[in-house]
């Protein structure tokens, strides 16, 4: 049984295959007909990489690709940046310009890594 995220992926792969566009839908699913007979990547291959190579020949799908394969895997450190952001940014300080949060949360951020 399909997951609830692979439904909706698959609805939105229908969607930009069946929305109009300078190419006609049989140059889209002839597309995606070659994709189904290229080989399988290893588990240890960059999939971003494979489809930056493959952009001219599968462009349609490239495109999709790209949307949801830079979403990261998990949510962990967006919500450290955003609780170390919280802790730059206090009641005492909500006057700081963004750019200065910003420089602030990066600080703090290579110092917890040791790079500064």
Request: charged share 20%.
């Amino acid at each position: 049984m399909q997951s609830s995220s692979t439904n909706v992926l698959s609805a939105q792969f229908k969607e930009l295959i069946h929305s109009p566009s300078q190419n006609n839908n049989n140059v889209r699913l002839n597309e995606w007909e070659l994709y189904q007979n290229e080989y399988l990547l290893d588990m240890d291959a960059d999939p971003l990489l494979w489809w930056k190579v493959k952009e001219q020949k599968f462009p349609t799908l490239a495109q999709f690709a790209r949307k949801y394969l830079a979403i990261p895997a998990s949510q962990a450190s967006t919500e450290r940046l955003f609780s170390l952001a919280n802790r730059c940014v206090s009641d005492l300080r909500t006057r700081l310009d963004p750019s200065t949060v910003e420089e602030l949360v990066l600080t703090a951020s290579y110092i917890k890594r040791g790079i500064i």
